[in-house]
Structures are given as structure tokens and as C-alpha cells.
């Protein structure tokens, strides 16, 4: 398992009509699988893995 940290400066989040920040904040850090055409390439394997992001 790898971990890095990014810094930046803007945050993509998608705003429905009457959603609240917290919400909006909670569903941009949900655990998402990267897997099929999405999967993670590992430098180290020099191949494409599943992941969680």
C-alpha cells in the first residue's frame, strides 16, 4: 500500500440544489475503487493494479 500527499489549491466537488458543504465534502472523499479501465499503474509491478483512492 502506497500513500502520497498532494498539495493544491482548488477543490473539484459536484453541488446539487440544496446540498449543504459538509455533504458535498463527505461524498468527494468517499473511498473509490479504481479497477477495469480505471486501475493504477505501479511503477514498481509495471502494471496496472486495482486500487482504492
Request: glycine letters at 2%; one cysteine or more.
Amino acid at each position: 500500500v502506497n500513500s502520497k500527499d498532494e498539495n493544491f489549491l482548488d477543490l473539484s466537488i459536484d453541488v446539487e440544489e440544496n446540498t449543504s458543504i459538509t455533504t458535498c465534502l463527505r461524498v468527494f472523499s468517499n473511498i473509490e475503487t479504481l479497477a477495469g479501465e480505471s486501475k493504477y499503474y505501479c511503477d514498481t509491478c509495471s502494471s496496472k493494479q486495482e486500487a482504492t483512492k
